[in-house]
C-alpha cells in the first residue's frame, strides 16, 4: 500500500529499534533455538514469524506455549536473559538505518525510538552505536514509566510523540513487525513496514506502506527532506 502525502508534512519520525535500527533479530533466533534444543524442541520460522515485535512476557507466553516447553513464561525468560545479554553487545546496525537517522537530525527533524526493549537491554544492544544514538530526541523502552503497555499497544508511541511535543497525527514510524504497525496505527500515526525478507506483505495490509529497504524510502512523499 501506498501512502500519499494527504494534509500536512510528517513533523518528526519515531523508529523501531529491533530488526529495524539493529540487526538483533538474529540473537533472539539463536537464543531461542538453544533453549528449544534443551528440552528437545526445535524452534523455527514457524514460531518465529509469530513473536517478531511481542513484548516480553507476551512472546515468553507464546513460545512457551507453542513448543509445549516444561517452564513458565517468568521461567523461560530467567534462562534466556543471560544468553541474550552475552550477545546484544555485538549487535550491528541495519543497512541504511545509521544514515537516516543523521541525515534526519542534521535537517532539524523530531527523532526518537520506541522499542519494546528494556531500558538495561537497550544499553547493552547499542554498545556499538552510542554515538548516533545519542542524535535522538527522546528513547521509549517498554519499562518506562510512562508506558502502561507494550506493543501492540500505543503507549510506547503515543509517548514519544508526547516527548517530542508532535501530534500522533504529524508523526511517522517506521516499524519492521505486524504489532509495531498495529501500535503506531492505533495511535494515529503513519506507518512504514520494512519487513523481515522472510516475512510476507499480506501481514502489513494494515502499513500504510511496505518497504523492503530502508533506502527505497522517497522522504519526499512525506514532506520530509531528501536523502541523496
Known amino acids: 500500500m501506498n501512502a500519499q502525502l494527504e494534509t500536512s508534512p510528517i513533523k518528526a519520525v519515531i523508529f523501531d529499534m529491533d530488526g529495524l535500527l539493529l540487526d538483533t533479530e538474529g540473537i533472539y533466533t539463536e537464543v531461542c ?7 528437545g524442541r526445535s524452534y523455527g520460522w514457524e514460531i518465529k514469524q509469530n513473536i517478531i515485535g511481542r513484548g516480553a512476557q507476551d512472546l515468553a507466553r507464546y513460545v512457551v506455549q507453542a513448543l509445549d516447553l516444561p517452564l513458565s513464561a517468568e521461567e523461560f525468560l530467567v534462562i534466556r536473559e543471560p544468553l541474550l545479554q552475552a550477545r546484544f553487545p555485538k549487535a550491528l546496525g541495519m543497512p541504511g538505518a545509521e544514515a537516516l537517522v543523521r541525515h534526519l537530525k542534521a535537517h532539524h527533524v523530531p527523532i526518537a525510538v520506541g522499542t519494546s526493549s528494556s531500558r538495561h537491554s537497550f544499553a547493552q544492544k547499542t554498545t556499538l552505536h552510542g554515538d548516533w544514538f545519542a542524535l535522538f530526541d527522546t528513547i521509549v523502552t517498554a519499562d518506562d514509566p510512562e508506558v502502561s503497555a507494550a506493543k501492540p499497544a500505543p503507549d510506547i508511541f503515543l509517548t514519544a510523540a508526547r516527548r517530542l511535543g508532535v501530534a500522533p497525527a504529524d508523526c511517522l514510524v517506521f516499524e519492521d513487525s505486524p ?50
Open 33 to 39: 533455538q538453544i533453549i528449544a534444543q534443551r528440552y
Open 179 to 228: 504489532f509495531g504497525v498495529t501500535a503506531a496505527k492505533a495511535a494515529g500515526m503513519t506507518a512504514i513496514a520494512v519487513p523481515d525478507a522472510a516475512m510476507a506483505d499480506e501481514k502489513y495490509g494494515h502499513a500504510d506502506r511496505i518497504l523492503r529497504r530502508l533506502a527505497d524510502l522517497r522522504l519526499a512523499d512525506y514532506g520530509l527532506p531528501h536523502l541523496a
